[in-house]
C-alpha cells in the first residue's frame, strides 16, 4: 500500500493555517526588513525593494581574478536512456570526471556590492543631514570587533570557499553598538559596521593569508556569497533592529 496524507480538519482550519504560515514566513520578515532601513532612512517600500535585491543579487557572482593555482572539479554523474539491439530501454550511466580548472575570485553582488553601495549612501546621508561627522570613529571601532570576530570564527569550507556562523557578525555588532555607541549613530554604525565587518573577517582577510587560501578547494570562491552572505544580511538587519 501506498502512503498518502489525508486532511479532515475543514476548510476553515486550513486557510487560517496558510495564513499563519504566510505571517510568519514572508510577511513578519519582510515588514522587519522594512522596519530596518526605515531606521536608516528608507521608505517601506524601498525596504522591500532592498530586500529583493538583495536576495537576487546572491545568485550573481562577478569574476574579478584569476588564479593560477589548480583546484580538481568534478563533474556530476549523468545518467540518460536509450534503446539496446532488441529494441527494450536501457539506462546508461557515466561516471563523474574529474578535471583540473583554475581557481576564480568574485565579488557576490547581493552579499558584498549592495551592502557596500548601501553603507556608502547611509553615511552619506548621515553626515549631509545630521552633520555627524563623529560616527565614523564609532564605525572603524565596531567595524575592527566585528571583523575580528569574523576572523576568529571562520572556517576554509570545500563547498562554500569560506564560512562563518551565522548570527555571529550580528551579535557582536549589537553588543558593540549597544555598550559603546551613542544612540544618534547606533543605526547607521550596527549597519555599515555589521555588513562589512562581516565581509572583512570571513572572506576578504582569510583570502589574504596563504594558510586559509590554500585549503579552499572550491572552483568559484565568492567573497559575501555562499558561506558568508546569511552572516552579512542578518548583521545588517538584526543589529540596526536591535540598536
Not at 532612512?41 to 522591500?48: E, M, S, W, Y
Not at 593569508?209 to 538587519?237: D, E, H, K, W
Request: with cysteine.
Amino acid at each position: 500500500m501506498n502512503p498518502y496524507f489525508q486532511y479532515s480538519g475543514g476548510m476553515i482550519p486550513a486557510l487560517l493555517l496558510l495564513v499563519a504560515l504566510f505571517f510568519l514566513f514572508i510577511f513578519l520578515p519582510v515588514s522587519l526588513v522594512a522596519d530596518a532601513f526605515s531606521k536608516l532612512g528608507l521608505t517601506p517600500a524601498q525596504g522591500v525593494l532592498m530586500l529583493i535585491a538583495i536576495l537576487l543579487g546572491r545568485m550573481i557572482n562577478i569574476p574579478v581574478h584569476t588564479s593560477e593555482r589548480l583546484v580538481v572539479v568534478t563533474k556530476p554523474r549523468s545518467v540518460s536512456f536509450g534503446m539496446d539491439e532488441g529494441g527494450r530501454p536501457v539506462r546508461i550511466e557515466e561516471e563523474a570526471e574529474s578535471e583540473l580548472r583554475k581557481q576564480v575570485f568574485a565579488v557576490n553582488v547581493g552579499g558584498f556590492l549592495m551592502p557596500l553601495l548601501l553603507s556608502i549612501t547611509f553615511i552619506i546621508r548621515q553626515h549631509m543631514i545630521f552633520q555627524a561627522g563623529g560616527v565614523y570613529p564609532w564605525i572603524g571601532f565596531v567595524l575592527l570587533m566585528v571583523a575580528g570576530g569574523c576572523y576568529a570564527m571562520s572556517k576554509p569550507d570545500p563547498f562554500t570557499g569560506m564560512r562563518i556562523p551565522l548570527v555571529l557578525p550580528a551579535l557582536i555588532t549589537f553588543l558593540c553598538v549597544f555598550f559603546f555607541v551613542p544612540p544618534e549613530y547606533r543605526p547607521v554604525a550596527a549597519y555599515v559596521a555589521g555588513t562589512m565587518g562581516a565581509v572583512l573577517g570571513g572572506n576578504v582577510i582569510p583570502l589574504l593569508v596563504p594558510r586559509f587560501r590554500n585549503r579552499v578547494g572550491t572552483q568559484l570562491v565568492s567573497i559575501g556569497g555562499p558561506g558568508t552572505f546569511g552572516g552579512v544580511f542578518v548583521a545588517g538587519i538584526l543589529s540596526v533592529l536591535l540598536a
